[in-house]
């Protein structure tokens, strides 16, 4: 693939995400409050019961989705039509295997949900049926809807998306309808969910018939095709330890919080988590489809280019990241005072600490990404690792320090494995470079945003003293002047120390010449 026609589709990806995201946000907020008024706490919070249960039932599929991707990336820069039906023949036949131990395992649940909600306000029937049509939205996907991979991995994502989350738009506002409108609103609110799901399924299907015609044109025998693809298979269990370990670290957090501080302390800190994920979204939004363009860079075999292309994304990334931390950092504590009051802010050490892992959330995608290119999943180990200092840190250091010590104890475990030995991998076995120098970078670009961040924080602080009742407007202003002088010197430094932000800046202007 040509790198104009590389860098053309990442941004009709990243445009049509940002559309579809910021859609997503307006529905979302109006959409909670109706379900919350007329399905009530009791629903919402048995729909998300029942979500989460399947969502441990789906731990099967970890790893698939990701190993077969960066699998098609030679095949799409090849060309290769016969090897990307038989890829995908292998994913077909393993997640047919995972549908049939979704229904075998769903059967006890089935059995147990009358002891599981002995006594809810919509009644037993409901709870069987709600159940069944989420199980049964798992199911279309591991039968019909798989080959979508192709198509992301192929870097047109933005043709299938508007069919996919328009279809979820039009579910969501046809449910409001229907609850606002009928007293029946609660089934009809689970019958439009299976018909949504019906939908969606015909929805991708069309989009890929349409797109890859050659891709039904025969049949593919999958039975010689587990032996061919064994190597697949073992990145398969490779890629599943590393997501069951990250599945591991993402829930046990608030479980030690309870354990150690108090279930209160859960809901201060979910609070925050709640807006860090929104950001977290929006910048990997910003960044979608960076995964397929690195692996059809890397397919192309050219080390010195793609090098060149690591430190032009890692500079810009780890820019962006600073911003987004930065400005979180300065207006996250006046939007949790305007929005749920003063007595759920967090102390100074605290929010420092969450801003970190987001740092660390942010930029860690560059190198996972290059290292998922080049499929180097052989490090089991690591994430098996990552998980053990994870909660052992967490419960040691929670132990002593509280919150603050759970939180250092998960920043411990991404120092040692996410920033020190992934990268020391990735570049060793897969850049065929020196990871001295990425050690370097990292610590350079990290110097530079901590610097700017101070003296961008005591420009306002030494301008402005904000005080309860003070001018909410003028608050705002000085933040947002402090946040841009940030923004400002940390480019023009970047700029000038290093050939990453350079290359960034001419692509952006050559992309903005183009437009124009």
């Known amino acids: 693939m040509m790198e104009g026609s590389r860098t053309k589709r990442t941004i009709q990806n990243s445009q049509m995400s940002l559309l579809l995201f910021l859609i997503q946000v307006l529905i979302g907020f109006y959409s909670r409050k109706v379900f919350l008024d007329h399905l009530g706490d009791e629903v919402i919070g048995l729909n998300t019961t029942l979500g989460n249960i399947l969502g441990f039932l789906n731990l099967a599929e970890l790893g698939i989705g990701i190993a077969m991707a960066t699998s098609l990336y030679q095949p799409i820069h090849d060309q290769d039509r016969h090897t990307i039906r038989e890829i995908l023949g292998v994913q077909g036949f393993l997640y047919k295997r995972i549908a049939l131990l979704l229904c075998l395992l769903s059967i006890p649940i089935i059995i147990a949900l009358p002891f599981i909600f002995p006594s809810t306000a919509c009644g037993i029937a409901y709870v069987y049926v709600a159940y069944i049509v989420f199980l049964s939205g798992s199911i279309f996907g591991y039968l019909w809807n798989y080959r979508q991979v192709l198509i992301q991995a192929d870097q047109k994502n933005y043709k299938l998306m508007p069919w996919v989350h328009g279809l979820r738009y039009v579910k969501i506002l046809l449910q409001i309808f229907v609850l606002i409108f009928f007293s029946w609103g609660i089934w009809g609110w689970i019958i439009i969910e299976f018909i949504g799901n019906v939908a969606t399924v015909l929805a991708i299907n069309y989009v890929m018939r349409k797109e890859y015609p050659w891709l039904y044109a025969e049949k593919t025998s999958t039975?010689?095709?587990?032996?061919?693809?064994?190597?697949?298979?073992?990145?398969?269990?490779?890629?599943?330890?590393?997501?069951?370990?990250?599945?591991?670290?993402?829930?046990?957090?608030?479980?030690?919080?309870?354990?150690?501080?108090?279930?209160?302390?859960?809901?201060?800190?979910?609070?925050?988590?709640?807006?860090?994920?929104?950001?977290?979204?929006?910048?990997?939004?910003?960044?979608?489809?960076?995964?397929?363009?690195?692996?059809?860079?890397?397919?192309?075999?050219?080390?010195?280019?793609?090098?060149?292309?690591f430190w032009e994304l890692f500079t810009s990334r780890i820019w962006i990241a600073g911003i987004a931390c930065y400005g979180l950092y300065l207006f996250i504590g006046p939007f949790i005072t305007l929005w749920i009051g003063s007595r759920y802010l967090l102390g100074e050490t605290t929010l420092l600490l969450l801003v970190a892992t987001m740092f660390i959330r942010i930029?860690?995608?560059?190198?996972?990404?290059?290292?998922?290119?080049?499929?180097?999943?052989?490090?089991?180990?690591?994430?098996?690792?990552?998980?053990?200092i994870h909660l052992g840190g967490a419960i040691l250091l929670g132990y002593f320090w509280?919150?603050?010590?759970?939180?250092?104890?998960?920043?411990?475990?991404?120092?040692?494995?996410?920033?020190?030995?992934?990268?020391?991998?990735?570049?060793?076995?897969?850049?065929?470079?020196?990871?001295?120098?990425?050690?370097?970078?990292?610590?350079?670009?990290?110097?530079?945003?901590?610097?700017?961040?101070?003296?961008?924080?005591?420009?306002y602080q030494h301008f402005y003293v904000w005080q309860d009742g003070s001018d909410w407007l003028m608050l705002v202003v000085w933040l947002t002047v402090s946040l841009l002088f940030f923004i400002v010197t940390t480019f023009i430094t970047l700029y000038i120390l290093t050939a990453g932000m350079r290359m960034f800046a001419r692509r952006m202007i050559r992309i903005t010449t183009h437009k124009l």
């Open 223 to 309: 039975k010689d095709l587990i032996h061919k693809y064994h190597g697949l298979i073992v990145k398969t269990k490779q890629v599943f330890v590393h997501k069951i370990a990250l599945f591991v670290i993402e829930q046990t957090a608030p479980l030690i919080i309870y354990a150690f501080v108090s279930l209160t302390m859960v809901t201060f800190y979910g609070n925050y988590m709640i807006l860090i994920g929104y950001v977290v979204t929006l910048m990997n939004v910003v960044f979608e489809g960076m995964g397929a363009s690195i692996g059809n860079l890397v397919a192309e075999k050219n080390r010195a280019h793609t090098l060149d292309v």
């Open 402 to 459: 509280g919150l603050n010590g759970i939180l250092l104890g998960g920043i411990l475990s991404q120092i040692i494995i996410v920033l020190i030995w992934k990268p020391y991998y990735t570049f060793r076995k897969g850049l065929g470079a020196s990871p001295l120098s990425y050690y370097l970078q990292f610590v350079v670009h990290c110097a530079v945003l901590l610097v700017f961040a101070c003296l961008a924080k005591a420009l």
């Open 363 to 388: 930029t860690r995608s560059v190198v996972d990404s290059f290292k998922n290119a080049y499929q180097l999943f052989a490090d089991v180990w690591a994430p098996i690792a990552e998980a053990a």
